[in-house]
């Protein structure tokens, strides 16, 4: 039996059921929006009120989403309980689409707290300059998460001897 959803396989073979066959597909498809995002991006950023913040913000769309196709690609490989691989595979999410999205946020506010190269001579209210850093640091967490339980994930597996069975021949018995 094989039941699909937008991000969720299910698949159950006897006994065992293997949940988010399909997150490596979904992971890519993610990561090919965000790239995507940020292309269009670069056709605005001319009218974000930092220039320059509109230039990471673009970057930072082409960029996560080469990352997000990037992990879509090994997200077979990673090892993880399945509940440690749903939080890696959202956490993954909200890190990539949030830190272009705070990025972008951040070019149209011209705030400059996180980022006093990039909005020199800039201003923002201080309300603004909170939700930007408050969600820039939530990325910051995210991705830090992220990469830890990536590489756990990926780790190598321990060494274990091949199982040797040795058979032997009946031996008969003459009276």
């Known amino acids: 039996m094989l039941v699909r959803h937008w991000f969720l396989t299910l698949s159950w073979a006897g006994e065992r059921m293997t949940v988010m066959e399909g997150a490596n597909r979904s992971l890519m498809w993610h990561g090919m929006f ?3 995002l940020g292309l269009l991006t670069g056709f605005v950023e001319q009218r974000f ?4 913040m509109g230039l990471a913000a673009h970057l930072e769309g082409v960029m996560n989403g080469t990352f997000l196709v990037a992990v879509g690609a090994v997200w077979t490989e990673v090892r993880l309980a399945r509940t440690a691989k749903a939080v890696a595979y959202w956490t993954a999410l909200y890190g990539t689409y949030a830190n272009w999205a705070m990025t972008a946020l ?4 011209a705030t400059s707290t996180l980022s006093p190269i990039t909005g020199a001579s800039q201003s923002a209210q201080p309300w603004q300059e909170a939700v930007v850093t408050i969600g820039l640091l939530s ?4 991705i830090v998460a992220f990469a830890v339980l990536m590489l756990w994930g990926l780790r190598r597996a321990r060494y274990t001897l091949p199982t040797v069975t040795i058979i032997t021949w009946p031996r008969i018995h003459r009276g």
């Open 34 to 36: 965000l790239f995507l």
């Open 139 to 142: 990325v910051g967490v995210a």
């Open 106 to 109: 951040a070019a149209i506010f």
């Open 49 to 52: 009120a930092n220039v320059r």
